[in-house]
Nanobody, 125 residues
Framework: QVRLVESGGGLVQAGGSLRLACAGS????????LAWFRQAPGKEREFTAS????????DYESSVEGRFTITRHDNNNTLYLQMNNLRPEDTAVYYC??????????????????WGQGTQVTVSS
């Protein structure tokens, strides 16, 4: 198994940027599809972005495409989410997640086996 720990959340004004990180431990990221989900208070957990095991394929929810970039660095077992031009509606707890199936493009939280504890992102207007 892999354990996931998010960091990098905080308070930022609209239009600003944050970079989230998800550090893995327990075993290498090598064969895992990795993803970011987010959950606002009172809302369902929402798919945000994912990246396949090789890093050659990415998938973005439409509202973040062009603003967010997901990357992975398997040499230090870390997943990143660079968030630019943040909007108040981006406010949520952000979670990293992973699965070991060969499928890519999965957007349902139930498809992911491993989860971090979440990091809070708050965007003020």
């Amino acid at each position: 198994q892999v354990r996931l720990v998010e960091s990098g959340g905080g308070l930022v004004q609209a239009g600003g940027s944050l970079r989230l990180a998800c550090a893995g431990s327990g075993r290498p990221f090598g064969t895992y599809t990795l993803a970011w989900f987010r959950q606002a208070p009172g809302k369902e957990r929402e798919f945000t972005a994912s990246i396949n095991w090789s890093g050659r394929l990415t998938d973005y929810e439409s509202s973040v495409e062009g603003r967010f970039t997901i990357t992975r660095h398997d040499n230090n077992n870390t997943l990143y989410l660079q968030m630019n031009n943040l909007r108040p509606e981006d406010t949520a707890v952000y979670y990293c997640a992973g699965h070991r199936t060969t499928s890519f493009g999965l957007r349902t939280s139930g498809d992911y086996t491993y989860w971090g504890q979440g990091t809070q992102v708050t965007v003020s207007s």
